[in-house]
């Protein structure tokens, strides 16, 4: 079975430093991968998304992520935080075959100081 | 127009009682899901459906009972509310569940 990790449960970053939130996954195939983000109050939102080809992906509001298959990670990164990214933050894993539905890691809060 | 809508936003409800959820996606998407976020923002999959036809059923009580009228349509009943069934519930939809999942704004359920 496929499982998340996200080692960094809380990070605060200053507005308009660089942002890396790390993701490690186990599958025993290359997975498909997400990063999603939700908002106090709010549902998830799909930031990015990997399914094959380069492995460096770009998504919404200036984030891009990169695949590693040696390390199994996919981190997540911005260049400079704004005040509004403050959120919190989940890495998901999807797999070809077998179960058909995402599994998410437990969640990275970003606080943003100004 | 709402991708994927659910309904209530809030509940707010006393043990015991009998409570559901409604959640509709107008995107065409052949599947969808109920998951639960915990206190904690932990999200676990409960079900999932692939044309009205039940393919995921995890360790959820059997005080839980999805219904999918049509592929659009999944609703969430559950039965005899107890103080732990206090989450968040999302409803998502995706095509081919091996995709992008879309999810509504969440129901946040309070059992008192």
């Known amino acids: 079975a496929q499982s998340v990790t996200q080692p960094d449960i809380h990070i605060t970053v200053s507005e308009g430093a660089s942002l890396e939130l790390r993701c490690n996954y186990s599958?025993?195939?290359?997975?498909?991968l997400f990063w999603y983000v939700q908002s106090p109050g709010q549902g998830l939102q799909l930031l990015l998304k990997?399914?094959?080809?380069?492995?460096l992906v770009q998504g919404i509001k200036g984030f891009e992520a990169e695949f590693k298959r040696s390390q199994s990670s996919f981190n997540l990164r911005k260049p400079s935080v704004h005040w509004s990214d403050a959120a919190e933050y989940f890495c998901?894993?999807?797999?070809?075959?077998?179960?058909?539905?995402?599994?998410f890691g437990s969640g990275t809060r970003l606080q943003v100081q100004p | 127009d709402t991708a994927v809508s659910q309904t209530p936003k809030y509940l707010v409800t006393q043990m015991g009682n009998d409570k559901s959820i409604k959640c509709e996606q107008n995107?065409?998407?052949?599947?969808m899901y109920w998951y639960k976020q915990d206190s904690k923002k932990f999200l676990k999959i409960m079900f999932s459906?692939?044309?009205?036809?039940?393919?995921i059923n995890e360790t959820v009580p059997n005080r839980f009972s999805p219904k999918s009228p049509d592929k659009a349509h999944l609703n969430l009943h559950i039965n005899s509310l107890e103080l732990g069934d206090s989450a968040v519930y999302f409803c998502?939809?995706?095509?081919?569940?091996?995709?992008?999942?879309?999810f509504g704004q969440g129901t946040r359920l309070t059992v008192v």
């Open positions: 459906y692939n044309n009205k036809e039940l393919i």
């Open positions: 599958y025993g195939a290359t997975p498909y």
């Open positions: 990997y399914f094959s080809g380069d492995t």
């Open positions: 995107l065409g998407h052949d599947t």
């Open positions: 998901a894993v999807g797999t070809h075959t077998g179960r058909r539905a995402l599994t």
């Open positions: 998502a939809s995706s095509q081919g569940g091996q995709g992008e999942a879309f």
